[in-house]
């Protein structure tokens, strides 16, 4: 008996719908249609809008230096120029793999020979506080502005208490003490970001908050947030007793993959919809951005990896719907240099590669103790470079990527930079 064969190349004239109308699906409908697939595209979002840009949500938008309408990544105009029938403001409320047939919340079944989902994340809320709406969270359109309200309403001095000092927890942070307010940030971790980047590069970023007269406290647990019970809108409970008042109290406390929806399909769901190397979930369906977990191999080893950042997602949704056109069984594996930024105090942290929190680091330029922080520092693993994080160095960070690409040893990557000091 012959073993079964994957499915061939997807008709160029045939149909796909692509699930999630953010930025990785939008990137998987573009790349469609620029790699010639003139057939039927279906894109399904259940946000009201079209889709837009969440990084500036934390930033500009917060700060009121953008206007949210320049978030759009593409407007009616643009869907219609790309022949996107897009279905806005309508939730996808199940998909059968094996048909690849999806149904919406209004009860139209959409058929098609491919499917790219592509739901992304929500953010977790804090245990206790999932029915106070008014504890903020930070991934919408409507989040952002929603906060940026209570702030603007609480006047000058708004006191912020944020829960958690990741990346958007950090920004949120960094975003509020420009705006005059008075910010303390909470962390369990004794370091915030150590799982992400380490101890000691871990320890530099949290320090920018003190730098900025922002209050952090590490090593914190909270027990939940209470309202309107001590002449503050609210308190913030920590778990020796301690309440903490606050005008105004932000979650950020990292994000769950979107894939209720997807109970039943057929899809294997664990953190995220596991994917084999080509993005693939099932034949014919593919995946892309916050809610993909793919099997990734890199640094020699074969990891199962969900990254929740823009310029993956972004790739990804490309090299997703390329895999979707070539089939399964051409399809080839989804290997990106993982990118990521964060803006906060003025000041630009990038990091390319994947970096490992066990990782060697060494500092090649800057220092990890001034107050604003510019530095470079590099990482290895198993004696080969992983990654690279830089503050406000964006050119020095570049000079990585081929390093990366080319897999060099961690003391390759040291010697180049001391070479060009
Ligand atoms: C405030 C903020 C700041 C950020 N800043 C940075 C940054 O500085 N640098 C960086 O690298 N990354 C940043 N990111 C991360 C980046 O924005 C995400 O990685 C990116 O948005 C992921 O895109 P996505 O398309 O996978 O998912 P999403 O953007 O989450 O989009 C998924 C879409 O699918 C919709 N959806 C969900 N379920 C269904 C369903 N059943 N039916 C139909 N539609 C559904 C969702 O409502 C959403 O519109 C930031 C994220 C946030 C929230």
Redesign the pocket.
Same mark, same amino acid.
């Given at each position: 008996m012959s073993a079964a064969r994957a499915p061939g190349p997807l008709p160029v004239d045939g149909s796909v719908v692509v699930?999630?109308?953010? &930025?990785?699906? &939008?990137r998987a409908a573009q790349e469609l249609r620029e790699s010639g697939f003139t057939g039927s595209l279906v894109m399904?979002? !259940? /946000?009201g @809008?079209y889709?837009y !840009? %969440?990084?500036?949500?934390?930033?500009q938008v917060l700060a009121g230096t953008w206007p949210p309408e320049r978030t759009v990544l593409a407007d009616r105009h643009r869907l219609e120029k790309l022949g996107i029938d897009h279905r806005l403001g @309508?939730? $996808? /409320?199940a998909l059968d793999a094996a048909s690849r047939r999806v149904t &919406?919340d209004d009860g139209t079944v959409l058929e098609a020979d491919g499917v790219v989902v $592509?739901?992304?994340? %929500?953010?977790r809320r804090l245990r206790g506080t999932e029915m106070l709406e008014e504890v903020a969270v930070?991934?919408?359109l409507e989040d952002?502005e929603r906060l940026r309200a209570a702030i603007l309403g609480a006047g000058p001095g708004c006191r912020v208490v944020v829960v958690g000092a990741g990346?958007?927890g950090s920004?949120?942070a960094a975003t509020c003490r420009g705006l005059g307010c008075v910010v303390t940030v909470l962390e369990a971790l004794p370091t915030p970001l150590a799982p992400a980047l380490g101890e000691l590069v871990g320890g530099a970023l949290g320090a920018l908050h003190l730098h900025h007269d922002v209050e952090l406290r590490t090593g914190v647990e909270v027990e939940g947030v209470r309202t309107r019970s001590s002449g503050w809108p609210y308190e913030v409970v920590l778990g020796d007793g301690e309440a903490l008042p606050a005008d105004v109290v932000v979650v950020g406390v990292g994000?769950v993959p979107?894939t /209720?929806?997807l109970e039943g399909s057929g899809l294997e769901v664990a953190d995220g919809v596991l994917c084999d190397a080509a993005l693939f979930a099932a034949d014919s369906v593919v995946c892309?951005? !916050? &809610?993909?977990r793919w099997s990734w191999r890199h640094l020699d080893d074969e990891q199962s990896v969900r990254?929740? @950042? *823009? /310029?993956?997602?972004?790739q990804?949704?490309s090299a997703a719907a390329r895999s979707l056109l070539a089939g399964r069984g051409d399809a080839g594996g989804f290997d990106p240099v993982p990118?990521? *930024?964060? !803006?906060q105090y003025g000041l630009r942290i990038q990091v390319l590669g994947h970096p490992g929190p066990d990782d060697e680091v060494a500092v090649v330029d800057g220092s990890l103790d001034a107050p604003d922080a510019r530095f470079v520092a590099v990482y290895g693993r198993r004696g080969r470079l992983s990654a690279a994080v830089a503050v406000s160095r964006p050119r020095q960070l570049m000079s990585f990527r081929p390093l990366l690409v080319s897999g060099a040893t961690f003391d390759e990557a040291v010697a180049l930079l001391e070479a060009g000091r």
């Open positions: 699930v999630g109308a953010s &930025l990785a699906g &939008l399904v979002g !259940d /946000e @809008h889709p !840009d %969440r990084p500036p949500l934390s930033k @309508h939730r $996808a /409320e &919406l $592509a739901t992304g994340a %929500r953010p930070v991934r919408t952002c990346f958007i920004e949120v994000v979107n /209720e929806w892309a951005g !916050d &809610l993909c990254i929740e @950042h *823009w /310029e993956v997602a972004s990804m949704g990118y990521f *930024w964060s !803006d």
